[in-house]
């Protein structure tokens, strides 16, 4: 199968990368890693976790070695909550004493929570040095490894305190998404519902008929079929594709900006589900998945405002009843998640902004002065309660 690329020029930091995607490249991650490099750089840490390294680490810190590489390896704890100050700090330590110098780069070799810390640490260390990421669940991949946006959770918030540091290159190798737990791969399938709802008829059409020919409960099982390989990278490639557009239309998000092609409708879905995860603790649901309710709420918010017809909605519906099943919401108590919609707009120190539909890909930024509260609690109940 051949590589296929997406390049990304940003005007405001003059800076180029590309982000390769195909099937079993780790293997040769260490020359595409010297042909994304200064010359000088020597030195590598990769940022992973044990989890993670353990099945594609050795592979990819051969490639590098094999390419010149004096390589490092350091292994955050798994999950959400250690995307925090303190493995920031420790990353940094890590960095320090392997005297990395602004020649050399940080590898990120996992999912957004990786991603995400090795960002952040690297936009800081002696002030900014090289990036690459390796993602390796779907949602870093259409995600959180295209943009720049990195950062870490605080007790001010999620991903309050961060930077904007663009990685050098991407590198993106689907046969890693053969061990990827089958929750993580829906929640995946949710952003990538997001990403068409909002981008064109054509990406939406594309996400649907994957997830109508490719039943996501058997998907370990399709790695052996050259078609479904195929398939699943021209997918990435076109989500991929869509966020670097919109990306490159307003880099560092402008506050301001309420149009369609603004970095802000990214956030589709997350009003409700970012007030999901709070009301339950971030323990309940993969961050995906709640933002899959977000979308069905959007959709029905959208709906009742007679902006979305009905076959647009249905449409929606039928997508993500493919998606691989989203977790029960009859307990949720709805009070709390509005209250939880407020919080999102003291964050914002502004008035709520819903991002809602007038079709499919076509979304619209609409001031939640603009809708009625009954309007809000229906839709809550038709989409967490039926
Ligand atoms: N920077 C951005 O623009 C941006 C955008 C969206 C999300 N994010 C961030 O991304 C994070 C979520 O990322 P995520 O969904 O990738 O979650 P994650 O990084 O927590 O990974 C999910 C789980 O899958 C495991 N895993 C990863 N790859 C695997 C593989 N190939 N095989 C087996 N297991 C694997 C991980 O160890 C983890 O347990 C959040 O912190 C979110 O804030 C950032
Ligand atoms: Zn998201």
Redesign the pocket.
């Known amino acids: 199968m051949k590589t296929k690329n997406v390049e990304i020029s940003l005007s405001q930091a003059a800076h180029r990368y590309s982000v390769e995607i195909g099937y079993d490249l780790l293997r040769n991650s260490g020359s595409w890693a010297k042909s994304c490099l200064s010359p000088g750089a020597q030195k590598i840490v990769i940022i992973s ?1 044990a ?2 390294f353990k ?2 680490g050795e592979t990819v810190r051969k490639s590098f070695e094999n390419a010149g590489f004096e390589v490092f390896v350091w292994l955050m704890k ?3 909550k250690y ?1 925090n100050l303190r493995s920031f700090e420790t990353a940094l330590a890590f960095l320090s004493e392997r005297k990395l110098t602004r020649n050399d780069a940080v590898i990120a070799l ?7 810390l090795s ?1 952040f640490a690297s936009s800081v260390y002696l002030r900014g040095i090289a990036f690459l990421q390796i ?6 991949m259409i ?9 870490v ?1 605080s007790s001010f918030g ?2 309050l305190i ?1 930077t904007f540091h663009q990685p050098n290159a991407v590198l993106i190798d689907v046969l ?6 089958r929750r ?1 791969l829906t ?2 399938f949710c ?1 990538a519902v997001k990403h068409g709802a909002i981008s064109n008829e054509g990406l939406f059409h594309q996400t649907a008929g994957f997830l109508n020919n490719y039943k996501i409960e058997k998907y370990k099982t399709l790695f052996s079929n050259q078609g479904f390989i195929e398939n699943l990278s021209d997918l990435i490639h076109a989500q991929v594709s869509f966020k670097a557009e919109i990306v490159l239309n307003d880099e560092r998000e402008d506050i301001n900006r309420i149009d369609s092609k603004s970095r802000k409708i990214l956030n589709f879905g997350h009003t409700l589900g970012h007030a999901l995860e709070k009301v339950t603790g971030y323990k309940y649901f ?3 998945e709640a933002v899959g309710y977000g979308i069905l709420f959007a959709a029905a918010l959208s709906k009742k405002l007679d902006i979305l017809s009905k076959n647009e909605v249905k449409s929606l519906n039928d997508v993500l009843c493919k998606v691989g099943g989203l977790p029960e919401t009859r307990n949720i108590d709805l009070k709390e998640v509005v209250e939880a919609f407020s919080f999102d707009k003291k964050t914002t120190g502004k008035t709520l902004q819903w991002i809602l539909l007038s079709g499919i890909g076509k979304p619209v930024i609409v001031s939640s002065r603009e809708i009625p509260q009954s309007i809000i609690e229906e839709s809550l109940i038709e989409v967490l309660q039926k």
């Open positions: 976790n989890k993670i099945i594609y798994d999950g959400e995307k996992g999912g957004g929570v990786v991603g995400d960002g993602p390796t669940t779907l949602l870093s995600d959180s490894s295209v943009g720049g946006k990195t950062g959770n999620k991903n961060g890693t998404l053969k061990t990827l737990p993580e929640a995946g952003e993969k961050h995906g």
